[in-house]
């Protein structure tokens, strides 16, 4: 499967725990973004990658979100001291300059 | 503020009837729309983007600028178009980044 990879697919937490979830790109994208879908909602965004620099976040991203892209491939979020209210699906999608964007099949995230 | 409006959570139609699913937007700039499709337990993809002027399943949509609206239309209904299908919106000049709306459940029954 040549298309955007996430892990883990689901993760259960306790509150105030640390979580961290991969996305890997389509490899020739040159694009990343991480969104945030909870129930009856489109996917919001949090953040974007070009290459290695992120250069845009969401004012939904809290100062407890990071997200990284080292080298410019893969990226990861982490969430620290998580909260009943960050359960939601966690989606990472990559494209490439002029054409569409493509999805992961996301990290289900529940805070308990 | 850039903002996607599909009024409608669930449409429900029979196989063979026309489907209309509706997509408004508000943005100052010159708009790129898409539509995505999610059936169920699989991911979001991508099935028009406006630009492109294409046919994919048998669904068109045609961007209104005057009415900005971006309605998803397809002739006869078939079961497999069930699914739940959201309209985007893409900011120029912001690298492809995409506004959402809630969506639209399609149900075709028979």
């Known amino acids: 499967d040549t298309g955007v990879s996430q892990d883990p697919r689901h993760k259960i937490t306790k509150r105030g725990q640390n979580v961290t979830f991969r996305c890997d790109p389509i490899s020739e994208h040159n694009r990343l973004y991480w969104y945030r879908q909870t129930l009856g909602q489109g996917p919001e965004f949090l953040t974007y990658f070009q290459n290695e620099a992120q250069l845009e976040k969401s004012r939904l991203l809290s100062d407890r979100f990071s997200a990284e892209r080292p080298k410019g491939s893969f990226s990861t979020l982490e969430i620290q001291r998580t909260e009943q209210g960050d359960s939601a699906m966690y989606l990472c999608?990559?494209?490439?300059?002029?054409?569409?964007?493509?999805f992961g099949p996301g990290t289900r995230l529940t805070v308990t | 503020a850039q903002r996607v409006t599909q009024p409608e959570k669930l449409l429900s139609v029979f196989k063979g009837a026309p489907v209309e699913l509706k997509c408004n937007y508000s943005?100052?700039?010159?708009?790129?729309l898409f539509w995505y499709v999610q059936y169920s337990r699989q991911r979001l993809q991508l099935l028009l983007r406006h630009i492109s002027r294409e046919s994919i399943k048998g669904f068109t949509a045609d961007l209104n600028k005057g009415e900005t609206s971006f309605h998803l239309k397809k002739p006869f209904a078939q079961e497999e178009d069930s699914a739940m299908y959201y309209c985007a919106l893409g900011h120029t000049g912001t690298a492809s980044k995409l506004t959402f709306g809630t969506g639209t459940r399609l149900q075709v029954t028979l």
């Open positions: 943005y100052s700039g010159s708009p790129e």
């Open positions: 999608a990559s494209s490439q300059t002029g054409a569409g964007t493509y």
